[in-house]
């Protein structure tokens, strides 16, 4: 049945599905990371997630803010690398923007959506058109703005969708930032590892509310 709104322990359900699907695409992950960079964003990844997810499964949560908070604390810590930090503050900053609220709705993705793309950008640096999971994340962003009036499985398919389709054009990019820049124009032809790893969160979490 699909969901409306999000209590808490849903939210804290659905970051549990998202670990589990991270953990499960190590080996994808990491591929992509072996034709831009140095191969080990699954195993990154892998590692920030499977310690969210234990982190997540004593949690007792009070507002939804609280779940992705303590995610994006758990990534920063135990990711490491580039991707560590950005990844943990985009949880984190999107956690803090959604203040004590108890649910989370359509509106909330997009107060989500806005703060998390803005911590990423104020740590990392990256622009869309960089060749990073920045480039998801303004689709997913733009999604979400404009999905504020509608429920919430069809606000989640719509930024899931911004977020591929951000994900799909880094294909065609040069990297311009992180390890990926010094190939220059090898670059071109292979989608950005993080952009990979933010399109495969929203298709869990659109298959979570829908
Ligand atoms: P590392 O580059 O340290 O090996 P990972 O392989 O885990 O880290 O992650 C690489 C991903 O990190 C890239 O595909 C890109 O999406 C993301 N990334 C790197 N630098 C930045 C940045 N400055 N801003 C946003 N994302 C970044
Ligand atoms: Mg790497």
């Not at 991707?83 to 989370?104: E, K």
């Not at 977020?163 to 010094?182: F, L, P």
Request: proline share 3%; hydrophobic share 40%.
């Amino acid at each position: 049945m699909s969901k409306e709104t999000l209590s808490p322990n849903e939210v804290k359900e659905m970051l549990i599905a998202i670990s589990d699907k991270i953990i499960e695409s190590e080996e994808l992950l990491s591929e992509a990371d072996r034709r831009l960079g140095d191969g080990d964003h699954g195993l990154g990844m892998k590692r920030g997630f499977t310690a969210a997810k234990t982190q997540l499964e004593t949690l007792e949560p009070t507002t939804v803010g609280q779940v992705f908070s303590t995610t994006g604390i758990t990534l920063m810590s135990t990711m490491g690398g580039a991707s560590g930090a950005v990844m943990g503050i985009l949880y984190q900053n999107g956690g803090t923007a959604l203040g004590d609220a108890d649910s989370l709705d359509a509106a909330g993705l997009s107060t989500f959506m806005t703060a998390a793309l803005e911590g990423v950008t104020n740590l990392g640096g990256a622009k869309p058109g960089d060749k990073t999971m920045v480039d998801a994340l303004a689709g997913a962003q733009e999604a979400a703005a404009a999905s504020v009036g509608l429920s919430l499985p069809e606000a989640m398919k719509a930024v899931s969708d911004g977020a591929t389709a951000g994900m799909e054009a880094t294909i065609a990019m040069i990297a311009t930032m992180g390890r990926a820049k010094t190939l220059g124009e090898k670059s071109i032809g292979h989608p950005d590892p993080g952009a990979v790893s933010i399109s495969i969160m929203f298709q869990v979490a659109t298959a979570y509310v829908g």
